[in-house]
């Protein structure tokens, strides 16, 4: 699997860049507070020449954080079926900002109203299979590490503590949960496991190969053997598309036009089907708590290769 840089890639990230003066880092999370706001880095891999290209600093690590969503729902309902994931999380987008409460109060049944957001993610997460909160963890990074290719994936365990003794919001989403049923045990237990898997750690190429396997339909881009199921991947990519931007994945969708998932972090992972898999890192983030410049990134390079699906 060959990686080199690529000019055309460089001037687009070039350009982005500028933007990354009018966003902010996620300042919630004290420990995402402490990098570099005009860091941005991209890679792509193109699954035809099984290659990678790349531009800015592609060996900057950053934190999954919301792209875990995505991810852990592609095991979640490996776990338990679609049938029963989607009976507790619902599969509509919402126009609220991700950890907002107030929409799983006015929805009756109470359920979060989808994957991507704060409540539908952690009662995604409380599905994993597990005996014990160890084996739920192991199973969330073991099978993230497949996605990558890389058995050194690993947590970031100070971005990982610094969200557990700060999310109170989270727990308030948790707690309201159980109360109505929606997920069951013990609420700090799934507080770890969440902050854990937002925490795991990787650089845009790592991103860009994940996004491969989604582009592939589950398939690994190496090997061709299945990670994940293929109806369960098609799942994945349509709620990428409905809101994996949060409350931007509407005008998203029309500028770029490829499933794409975004985290707090400044991490993008974008699929465009058949074709790549894309990883951005870029931590000025917009009002909306997605990448400025990575959005930029994704809207060049749609533009100038006709990625979008629509
Ligand atoms: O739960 C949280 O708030 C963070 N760990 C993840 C949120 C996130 O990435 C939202 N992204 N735009």
Redesign the pocket.
């Known amino acids: 699997m060959t990686c080199h840089t690529n000019a055309d890639l460089q001037k687009i990230v070039n350009e982005a860049a500028l933007h990354t003066v009018y966003g902010e880092v996620a300042g919630y ?1 004290p420990a995402l507070a402490e990098v570099n706001r005009h860091d941005l880095s991209a890679a792509v891999y193109n699954i035809k020449e099984k290659s990678c290209i790349y531009a800015g600093d592609y060996q900057n690590k950053f934190t999954l ?2 792209i875990s969503k995505v991810l852990v729902l592609a095991l979640a309902i490996q776990d338990m079926g679609s049938e029963y994931v989607f009976g507790k999380v619902g599969m509509e987008p919402t126009g609220e900002p ?2 907002s409460i107030s929409k799983l109060e006015t929805s009756i049944p109470s359920k979060p109203l989808n994957p991507m957001i ?1 409540a539908g993610a952690l009662a995604v997460t409380n599905m994993i299979k597990g005996e014990s909160s160890d084996e739920k963890w192991h199973r969330i990074i073991e099978f993230v590490g497949r996605l990558v290719n890389d058995k050194n994936v690993s947590c970031n365990e100070i971005v990982a503590k610094s ?1 557990f003794e700060t ?1 109170w919001l ?1 727990r308030a989403l948790c707690y309201f949960m159980k109360q109505h049923g929606v997920i069951n045990g013990d609420v700090e237990e799934l507080i770890d496991i969440y ?1 854990r898997q ?1 925490a795991i750690e990787m650089n845009c190429f790592d991103l860009a190969r994940a996004g491969a396997v989604l582009a592939l339909d589950g398939k690994d881009p190496e090997t061709y053997e299945e990670v994940i199921p293929s109806d369960i991947a098609r799942v994945c990519k349509t709620l990428m598309v409905t809101c994996g931007m ?1 409350n931007a994945s509407g005008e998203f969708a029309i500028k770029v036009g490829i499933p794409a998932k ?4 400044g991490g993008i992972l974008a699929v465009v089907p058949n074709k790549c898999g894309i990883g951005i890192f870029g931590p000025s983030l917009d009002k909306r ?2 990448s400025i410049a990575g959005v930029k990134v994704l809207e060049m390079l749609s533009n100038r290769n006709d990625y979008s699906i629509f």
């Open positions: 999370i954080q919301s991700f950890n704060n969200e999310s989270n902050t937002c949060y975004s985290g707090v972090s708590g997605n």
